[in-house]
């Protein structure tokens, strides 16, 4: 018994990349969209980039060759001397998705500092194991199947078979990391990897070259899910199941959103899921508008010091007034979506 638990300890291990990240906070693209985009250096000599013709005061510098209709899921935000370049990202992508447009990509090489939620090149593996071991799975001798209903688990059979998942590895989890689990294999089989996620991508491009600043770090992220109650990670684990069942239509939906930049839509959909209803609000306040909060704070604490950060979070938390982008805006950045 004690081999057959090790065992199945080990395929945990292969099946759980220590980068993902919680991909339901983000969303996904197929193919990048540009837009008209100007390069212009002010008076002071502050580059930024903008949607419209440099002033008299300012010189441009270059721009695109894009459609001027266009926008994309990125905002600078600007107070004082400092600048930040606020990029939606997708955890997992496909290599379709490159290169980039020029206007995320000219952003980062004139910003000073790439800021990510988690760096997930450089990880505290033992940290995180024993995380993993004392957070993620069931020590008191329970598993997954006593605590869910039998429509529940029922359905998590079928959904297991359909992806050549091993019930018995899912079993031992707890509901938040069975629902991570079947969400990165769904993605996987959808074409998208970890390593083709814009924070990989920006990763690669600033080791060596740029400092690096981590808001959160993914110990600190995946800790969270252990707050939740069995019920909500039951209620995530449920969500994710029924996502699977929309299959590509669900994520190509979102897809188009992210495309044109439309924040709203992306909004939307996060305001008529299961984030916003009963105990999904608790879970929308924890997982998501705490760590909003949060995470303005720190970057306005390092914007306050001067200097242009290009900074990637999930998509999910820039759109909605409680999002990051208003925050700045309340706080009396001069926002701008390029």
Known sequence: ?????????????????????????????????????????????????QDRHCLDAEVAVGHSTDSETSKHFLWQA????????????????????????????SSFEVSDTLVVEADINNVDQLQLTQLLASQAMYLDGSNLRQHLSDKTWNKLEQVAQS??????????????????????????????SEDKGIDAHFLR??????????????????????????????????????EMDA??????????????????????????GVMAEGSGSRLNQVLMLDRNKSMTDKLHTLAEKGGRYFVVVGAG???????????LRRRGYQINQL
């Open 317 to 327: 938390h820039l759109p909605g007034r409680q999002g990051i982008v208003e925050i």
């Open 163 to 192: 992806m050549a998942v091993p019930i018995e590895l899912l079993n031992m989890q707890k509901p938040w990391l069975a629902s991570m689990t079947l969400t990165v294999l769904a993605l996987k089989q959808l074409g998208f």
């Open 205 to 242: 491009l600033a080791k060596g070259k740029k400092k690096i600043v981590e808001l959160e770090g993914l110990v600190w992220q995946l800790s969270l899910f252990d707050q939740l109650t069995s019920e909500e990670q039951v209620m995530m684990l449920e969500e994710s199941m029924r």
């Open 1 to 49: 018994m004690l081999i057959k638990k090790i065992n199945a300890r080990k395929r945990l291990q292969r099946v759980l990349n220590i980068r993902f990240l919680a991909v339901l906070l983000g969303v996904f693209i197929a193919a990048p969209v540009q837009a008209q985009v100007f390069k212009c250096v002010d008076e002071a000599g502050v580059v930024t980039f």
């Open 247 to 272: 299959g590509k239509a669900f994520f190509d939906k979102m897809l188009g959103y992210w495309k044109v930049g439309d924040a709203q839509g992306i909004q939307r959909m996060f305001d008529e």
């Open 78 to 105: 600007s107070a004082g001397k400092g600048t930040l370049f606020l990029l939606g990202s997708i955890h997992f992508g496909t290599p379709q998705m490159y290169p980039l447009p020029m206007v995320m990509t």
